[in-house]
Structure formats: C-alpha cells, structure tokens
C-alpha cells in the first residue's frame, strides 16, 4: 500500500511563496513519475505539474508556467512543489499523486493515469 502525506499549505498573500511537500512510502518511490494536481471549490481536480521517474523531465498546465517549479528527492522519497508569485486564483486543495506505471517513458498530466493521492494541502492566496 502506498501512503502520500502532503504538507505545506497555509494562507499567503498574492505575490508570495510556498513550498508545498509530498512524503511518500509503500514502495520503490524512484521508479514512478509523480504529480501535483489541485482542486478548487466547485472546480474538477486540474493538472498541475509533473515529474518524471529520474527527474529529468518536467511539465507544468499553462497557468503555472514561469512561477512553479516541481523537484524531487529520490533519497527522501519526497516530492516538492515550489510556488512563486502567487495569484488568487492559485488557491485550492493541493494533491500529490503517484503514477500507476513503472519507468513511464513520459510525463503525464492524465489524472486517470495516477493511482494513489495525498490527502491534500489547502492552499489560499489574499488578494
């Protein structure tokens, strides 16, 4: 069974920075891609970004573009979403998620395509 622990959500005002944390355990973390996703209020559950197995490869929704930065830690088991900039419209519950397949050979933004989730960490952005 797999567990993903996220943290690292709160309450900042537009223009500022959080860094928002996924603690992975259950099984080989280094051999699956990983992903950010959020879900705002009466909103369906939107990509994010996401990152690759070894992390070499990286793909980020347009909205985040430029202001967002995924990384991961394979020797924490530990994935990072760092959020610069932030505008209102970023707030949401914020999910990790983990990829169903092994060594995937891209990076995928499919939400059908991740098979265990955080909890969720709220994230809200003053105006």
């Known amino acids: 069974q797999v567990q993903l622990v996220d943290s690292g959500g709160g309450l900042v005002q537009a223009g500022g920075s959080l860094r928002l944390s996924c603690a992975a355990s259950?099984?080989?973390?280094?051999?699956?891609?990983m992903g950010w996703f959020r879900q705002a209020p009466g909103k369906e559950r939107e990509f994010v970004a996401a990152?690759?197995?070894?992390?070499?490869?990286?793909d980020y929704a347009d909205s985040v573009k430029g202001r967002f930065t995924i990384s991961r830690d394979n020797a924490k088991n530990a994935v990072y979403l760092q959020m610069n900039s932030l505008k209102p419209e970023d707030t949401a519950a914020y999910y990790c998620a983990a990829d169903s397949t092994p060594f995937r050979g891209r990076v995928s933004s499919r939400l059908y395509e991740y098979n265990y989730w955080g909890q969720g960490t709220q994230v809200t952005v003053s105006s």
């Open positions: 990152i690759s197995w070894s992390g070499g490869n990286t």
């Open positions: 259950g099984r080989t973390f280094s051999r699956y891609a």
